[in-house]
């Protein structure tokens, strides 16, 4: 499975897309064993990350954050919006992405990390809990033969939206909304930079500027 990574697949850094900027991008799919999971908003949808690719080519992965509207079709491009988060809903977010994203690493994991991010984006009662038929958003039940599944991945995503609550360390990413207004709005992220990272990086921009200097002298 590809490692998440999102934004900076996009594009190489210096030429990333600005924060209202249009960005055509062509899905991919979904994986074909994802779990199938009904929700408030879903039913039997193949429940997970998803893959999309650029027009250079670059391939990244999102977390959906509209379940109410329809995924592209397999192939198809459309243009979406870059933009930024805000408010309690984005707070929440940084707190899953930054306890949890890096462990959401095999198909019941990523499922149960949707449906954390659902939650955090579709629940009015102020409550989070995926569990059947808690608040305006929940999982629904499934037949016999998905149950124990079903209910393995609620918990996870229950545990991931404990830590999301209970999290108040330094925003691990930086989070990125892509939308559009016919299609599912879609969530990527992009690890934020240690310092030492930046100490490197600044290094080198220094030693670039002069090495730049000294040959106009």
Same mark, same amino acid.
């Given at each position: ?14 030429? #990333? ?6 960005? &055509? ?16 908003? =879903? ?7 998803? +893959? ?14 509209? &379940? *109410?509207?329809? =995924? ?6 459309? &243009? ?17 992405? +930054? ?16 449906? #954390? ?13 995926? +569990? ?5 958003? +929940? ?5 016999? #033969?998905?149950? *124990? ?69």
């Amino acid at each position: 499975m590809k490692k998440l990574f999102a934004i900076t697949a996009l594009l190489a850094a210096a030429s #990333a897309p600005a924060l209202a900027d249009t960005l &055509p991008i062509t899905f991919l799919g979904v994986d074909d064993n994802a779990p199938l999971l009904s929700t408030t908003y =879903t039913s039997d949808y193949g429940t997970g990350v998803q +893959s999309y690719q650029t027009a250079s080519g670059s391939s990244f992965l999102a977390y959906c954050i509209e &379940p *109410d509207q329809s =995924t592209l079709l397999v192939g198809k491009t459309r &243009p979406y919006t870059v933009e930024a988060l805000s408010g309690s809903q984005a707070s929440l977010l940084q707190g899953l992405y +930054s306890s949890s994203f890096a462990s959401a690493n095999d198909l019941n994991s990523q499922a149960a990390f949707q449906l #954390a991010i659902w939650e955090i984006v579709r629940e009015t009662t102020g409550t989070l809990n995926v +569990s059947p038929n808690a608040g305006s958003f +929940s999982l629904l039940p499934g037949d016999a #033969a998905s149950r *124990d599944l079903d209910a393995g991945i609620a918990s996870l995503a229950n545990n991931y939206l404990a830590a999301a609550q209970a999290y108040n360390g330094p925003a691990q990413y930086t989070l990125t909304k892509l939308s559009n207004a016919n299609y599912q709005d879609l969530l990527v992220a992009n690890p934020v930079p240690e310092p030492q990272t930046w100490a490197l990086l600044l290094a080198g921009l220094g030693a670039v500027g002069l090495r730049a200097r000294r040959r106009q002298r």
